[in-house]
């Protein structure tokens, strides 16, 4: 009887292709109809174990569907065994984990490896985090984020693509088919789950959980858009985000998941809700308890509760009530089988055992490394980098040098601090231990002692280069840790200032979750190099880039302001009717100076209008020249089904072969709505040789200059266009053109 169910469904399956009805939903429904109304709701509960045998025995009963949070494969193995032997009807279950940024073997935060623009390899770092977390029996990661995040703030930046909807989609759609290939039956591929749908990097404030305002033209020109990308990209799965969008929670927005993500955007997989996200909507004051919760959230389309314990508690009450129809329950069963079918569950239920040698592969460690080279940017560079193979003695200090768990960063339950190698260790490889001094000078990010700054500073005084790696504690950022303040915290200025002082060439090294606002330790250095938090090989990656053995080629994925009050700050912003054309700064108002002798114009007294880099902004340890760009018209119709073609020429003018990213901008000069006064539109990263130019030409269909309007419609207006094509969000001189009826 155990596995009766398994051989009727694959029988059935034969019988239905025969008829040329769709196999899986066939393989679904005769499923279904043998289910009962507890085991159908047992497949929307997802719970992480708690106690072997009592969970055993839920799973056993049918009243568990998926497992988060268990890593264990002989604990996997076995619950396995147990749902699919014991079990009445055999259902497989399905194993989920956050592997955000790899399983064993840590790539850099999402943040660093938007910082690539090389969705390319992104893609090869979902493959290589699926191809380990797979090999444990995990089938299921809730990856990729692609909130779009303005608030630096926010600790879930490190989680994202970034400020760009353009670039949160790209990189997402890349970890979707890294993670789930072209056959997510294949036993190594995983499901990916897009998230947090939607509005949630927008929190007030940049605090977590915080309630988001966001009218129509808001979510769907910048919010939604890489959720779609994760659609088209096949995504399996998404999840609902824990804010409220104009009062109205994610886990209970029908218009979000039923109107949008089904209707508009025809997705099929399953809807899980954020981790209580049901239950969270009684504080959130929209339920009055956790039977209303459920009864909101079935309504609104959420498939799965992830441990809220509500749908377990209370939908089968509301079944009998007649509130909710088993229709409905149906159609969320079915939501969960078809994932089980997708993923090839119910033929390959088991992982095997020889799968696992896999962990921290040769080539894994090498992707990792790739991806935290490609993801650190260099913002400074004053001739000192880079040092070459014999720069003399090094002094390594700062708390970021020798942090082993701190530079993999937020959301890596799975790492093994072990396995991390720091920049200490790898700049000692590099170069010898006796070229290499290390004194921290600050023992960790938060350290207030200052006993070690002394010791750094005299130590200075034997370098001949001094290397800094600042930053912040991977727990200072992701979920829950959010911040007001983004300076170096503890007594990390003082060690630069103090190291300044000493008056040896430095080298400023950034490790961190966001943007931190760092434009004083950059002025008193000669370089920098902003690396986010790079991962298990963050070391071998910086001393690689270091030592010029490879060329810096990151460019942010964020706006990084000077000063925290500057947030949200990002390049698309509008313009406003008072644009500032110039600045005052704060000092330079004379006492009881007029109120309009500052200009009457939009900017902060004490930051200026100007962040402290663009959006896009890297630098090369060669230099490119970019041409004019041209274009293949200078009116297009609307209606033309033949898009307009831009080009530029790119010329590597330094003497080694270097990689650069070209940007595509656009601005709407006139529009109904305004306008941002750039936006990202399409970008792509190439390799030149020395002297070697290239003509590169981007297509910009006339989709992709509409937008939307107050009540969500989307308008394309004729008018006046610029478009840029650029290294980076504030350089380049526009072209134009006119978008006619
Ligand atoms: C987070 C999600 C995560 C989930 C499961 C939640 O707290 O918001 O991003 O996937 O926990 O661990």
């Known amino acids: 009887m155990r596995r009766s169910g398994l051989m009727i469904v694959t029988g059935i399956a034969c019988l239905s292709a025969y008829a040329g009805v769709p196999a899986l939903d066939q393989r679904v429904d005769s499923l279904l109809v043998q289910m009962t109304l507890t085991e159908k709701i047992g497949q929307l509960n997802q719970l992480s174990p708690r106690g072997f045998g009592e969970f055993a025995l839920a799973v056993r009963e049918g009243r568990v569907g998926s497992v988060l949070n268990e890593v264990d494969p002989e604990v996997i193995s076995r619950l396995q065994h147990i749902a699919v032997e014991e079990s009445r009807l055999g259902i497989p279950l399905v194993f989920a984990r956050d592997v955000i940024h790899g399983f064993r073997t840590i790539l850099p935060i999402p943040l660093g490896q938007a910082a690539t623009w090389n969705p390319t390899l992104v893609e090869q770092g979902a493959r290589v985090a699926a191809r380990e977390a797979s090999s444990v029996g995990i089938r299921w990661t809730f990856s990729p984020m692609v909130d779009v995040s303005r608030d630096a703030r926010w600790g879930r930046v490190a989680e994202s693509g970034g400020e760009d909807p353009v670039l949160n989609g790209r990189m997402g759609g890349a970890m979707v088919r890294g993670y789930q290939t072209d056959n997510p039956a294949d036993p190594t591929a995983i499901a990916a789950c897009v998230k947090h749908f939607a509005g949630y990097g927008a929190a007030e404030s940049g605090r977590d959980y915080n309630t988001t305002w966001l009218p129509l033209p808001l979510l769907r020109d910048v919010y939604f858009p890489p959720f779609e990308e994760g659609v088209r990209a096949g995504a399996l799965t998404f999840m609902t985000s824990f804010n409220d969008i104009n009062g109205v929670p994610s886990s209970a927005n029908r218009w979000l998941l039923q109107d949008v993500l089904r209707d508009e955007w025809g997705f099929d997989g399953v809807i899980v809700s954020d981790w209580g996200s049901i239950s969270d909507m009684i504080p959130a004051g929209v339920a009055a308890d956790r039977k209303e919760a459920t009864l909101l959230a079935a309504a609104a389309g959420v498939d799965i509760d992830m441990e809220g314990l509500c749908y377990p508690a209370h939908l089968e009450e509301w079944v009998k009530e007649g509130k909710i129809s088993e229709e409905t329950i149906d159609g969320m069963v079915r939501n969960v089988l078809r994932l089980k079918f997708r993923l090839g569950l119910f033929e390959n239920p088991y992982t095997e055992i020889e799968n696992r040698p896999v962990m921290y592969a040769p080539e894994h460690l090498e992707t990792a490394r790739r991806l935290a080279e490609e993801g650190t940017v260099l913002l400074k560079n004053d001739g000192i980098l880079p040092l070459g193979k014999k720069p003399g003695k090094i002094l390594v200090t700062g708390p970021l040098a020798d942090a082993p768990h701190d530079q993999c960063g937020t959301w890596a339950p799975d790492r093994e601090k072990s396995r991390s ?118 070391g071998p990656a910086l001393a690689n880039i270091l030592s010029g053995d490879v060329n810096p080629s990151g460019k942010l994925p964020v706006t990084m302001a000077r000063l925290t009050g500057q947030y949200p700050m990002y390049h698309a912003h509008k313009n406003t009717g008072r644009p500032p054309f110039w600045s005052v700064d704060i000092d330079d108002i004379p006492l009881e100076a007029e109120q309009t002798s500052t200009g009457c114009t939009s900017y902060h007294l004490d930051a200026g209008v100007e962040p402290l880099y663009p959006f896009g902004y890297g630098l090369s340890y060669t230099e490119f020249e970019f041409g004019t760009p041209t274009l293949s018209a200078q009116t297009v119709s609307k209606s033309s089904a033949v898009p307009l073609k831009v080009s530029c020429t790119v010329k590597n003018t330094g003497n080694r072969r270097g990689e650069e990213t070209v940007q595509l901008y656009i601005r709407d000069k006139v529009a109904s709505l305004a306008r941002p006064v750039k936006e990202l539109r399409d970008f792509v990263k190439i390799s030149l040789e020395p002297g070697e130019a290239r003509q590169i030409e981007m297509e910009l269909a006339p989709d992709r200059l509409a937008f939307h309007g107050l009540d969500g419609s989307e308008i394309i207006e004729p008018g006046e266009f610029e478009v840029w094509m650029a290294p980076d969000s504030s350089s380049g001189e526009p072209v134009t053109f006119t978008l006619t009826d």
């Open 421 to 538: 190698v720091t920049p200490l260790a790898a700049l000692r490889r590099m170069y010898g231990r006796e070229a290499v001094i290390y004194s921290p000078g600050v023992r960790y990010s938060r350290d207030n002692s200052g006993d070690g700054i002394s010791a750094a500073v005299e130590a200075a005084r034997d370098a001949d280069v001094v290397l800094c790696f600042l930053g912040e504690e991977a727990v200072l950022s992701g979920e829950a840790h959010c911040l007001a303040l983004l300076d170096l915290k503890g007594r990390q200025r003082e060690l630069v200032e103090r190291l300044h002082a000493v008056g040896k060439p430095t080298v400023a090294v950034f490790m961190a979750g966001r943007p931190l606002t760092v434009g004083r330790e950059i002025e008193l250095s000669d370089a920098a190099l902003y690396s986010f938090h790079g991962g298990t090989m963050a």
